[in-house]
């Protein structure tokens, strides 16, 4: 079985559509959290869902958040976004992904077992980038079996081995810092393949500036008329975890 592996789509429905146009040659995909806390959520999710059983979800941190309609410990602006895209979904559709676990174990061709979550197998916002120290990945994983565990949430292509285990971070297909204006996601079996697509991007960034959603203007200048940089939030990150005492 061959796996694509599609994570922190952000509802960029666009970039999206690129990306299901080249995944034609996986048996199944993981949609990997984080799906929908964008500017086109309803459209991106039903999109998702309309592929059925050939796809398994993981729930994100940023999925938990709309089905609470953006209740928790959260600044302003965000639980402002987060309740905008959380009201243009139905409760049904809140509901699923509220309910969605939080990581699936998939048997792929030359791998083995491999373990799919969002942030890390005990956690849905911890944070490990290229900078994360070893004996952290190593606590991380300490209660993981499989011999290959994959990752999003950051937003970077990752591909590292710890010990006997292999750290994968399939990118964002939505929302990259990769320091190109790409749809980025991985492909299992019988190896790892870190893929980046292109896409439209003027249409992209018309689709998002009529949605309406709060952080339109800003998300296209930052994200879509320039890339955001690697190397300058790898820092951000690695701040972020000392700060919660990830280190």
């Known amino acids: 079985m061959r796996v694509a592996a599609l994570y922190d789509i952000h509802g960029m429905l666009v970039p999206l559509e690129a990306v299901l146009d080249e995944v034609d040659g996986a048996d199944e995909i993981v949609v990997g959290g984080d799906v929908a806390s964008g500017p086109q959520p309803s459209e991106t999710l039903e999109l998702l869902r309309a592929l059925g059983d050939r796809v398994h979800w993981v729930r994100g941190n940023g999925d938990r958040e709309l089905a609470s309609g953006g209740a928790g410990d959260v600044p302003e602006a965000l639980q402002r976004s987060i309740r905008w895209t959380s009201e243009r979904l139905s409760d049904e559709q809140r509901g699923f992904l509220g309910s969605l676990p939080e990581t699936v174990v998939l048997d792929v061709d030359g791998l083995g077992e491999v373990c799919f979550c969002h942030a890390t197998p005990r956690s849905d916002e911890e944070i490990v980038t290229q900078a994360t120290p070893d004996r952290h990945l190593r606590m ?34 939505g929302m990259p810092y990769e320091g190109e204006v790409a749809a980025f996601w991985a492909l299992f079996g019988p190896d790892v393949e870190l893929r980046s697509t292109p896409f439209d991007v003027e249409r992209s960034v018309d689709a998002v500036l009529e949605s309406g959603w709060p952080d339109a203007k800003k998300f296209v200048a930052e994200n879509l008329r320039e890339a955001v940089q690697r190397e300058d939030v790898v820092a951000v990150f690695e701040g972020f975890a000392i700060e919660r005492g990830e280190r």
């Open 140 to 173: 991380v994983l300490a209660r993981t079996s499989e011999p290959v565990v994959v990752a999003g949430h950051t937003h970077m292509q990752l591909d590292r081995r710890i010990d006997d285990v292999r750290w994968v971070n399939a990118g964002s297909v």
